[in-house]
């Protein structure tokens, strides 16, 4: 990988949805080196903290945000078996697709809904500055069955801003759903990024 294909001090930059998309379609052919190589530990700390809460592995996840599929491997590694995989860059997806861990494979076009129903979702470092805006998490939860079971992640940038939080607890303080679990972690700990891992039951 030559230094000038690095993305990683591009990523947490605010923008656009279409520069988003961009960003990451450029970003596809080097982005597993390149996280990798900085240790990236989310999509296994969040499949294992999902595994813990969904008694029946058989459940249908929804991998929102899957990228080039780490994600979905970490999944199937913690004992998934039925994957769905959306994303907004086409890219990733084709990436995503070689690993042959989804059922399904979903573009996200734009700002069109994201639509679906499901017992188990996950996230991983998904929402954030350049990243999807926290309003995801509201689609997120309501693409949940009741009782359905939501992981995700906010890295230090992401925890810095408190528009983030401050809608997480607005959904556990009314009751709408129920924080099971939160950790603070590993994100990417050769550039010392750490998350905050949660799962989130809808009531």
């Known amino acids: 990988m030559r230094m000038n294909d690095t993305y990683l001090d591009k990523a947490y930059s605010p923008r656009e949805i279409d520069g988003t998309r961009r960003l990451y379609d450029a970003w596809s052919p080097t982005y597993e080196a390149e996280i990798i190589a900085n240790g990236y530990a989310a999509p296994a700390r969040c499949a294992e903290a999902l595994a813990d809460f969904v008694e029946d592995t058989a459940t249908p996840v929804l991998d929102f945000g899957c990228g080039t599929g780490l994600s979905g491997l970490a999944l199937r590694k913690a004992g998934f078996q039925t994957i769905d995989g959306m994303d907004m860059s086409p890219e990733m997806l084709a990436q995503a697709k070689e690993k042959d861990v ?32 926290i309003s995801i998490f509201d689609r997120l939860l309501q693409m949940l069955d009741h009782g359905g079971k939501l992981t995700f992640s906010l890295n230090d940038h992401a925890l810095a801003d408190p528009v983030n939080t401050s809608r997480i607890n607005e959904w556990l303080d009314c009751g709408a ?27």
Do not use: C, W
């Open 177 to 203: 759903a129920r924080l099971l679990f939160m950790e603070y972690g590993d994100h990417l700990p050769e550039i010392d990024i750490r998350s905050n891992v949660y799962v989130i039951e809808k009531a």
């Open 102 to 133: 989804y059922r399904t494979l979903t573009l996200i076009e734009g700002d069109a809904p994201v639509t679906g129903s499901y017992g188990a979702i996950a996230a991983v470092g998904v929402i954030g500055t350049g990243e999807a805006p």
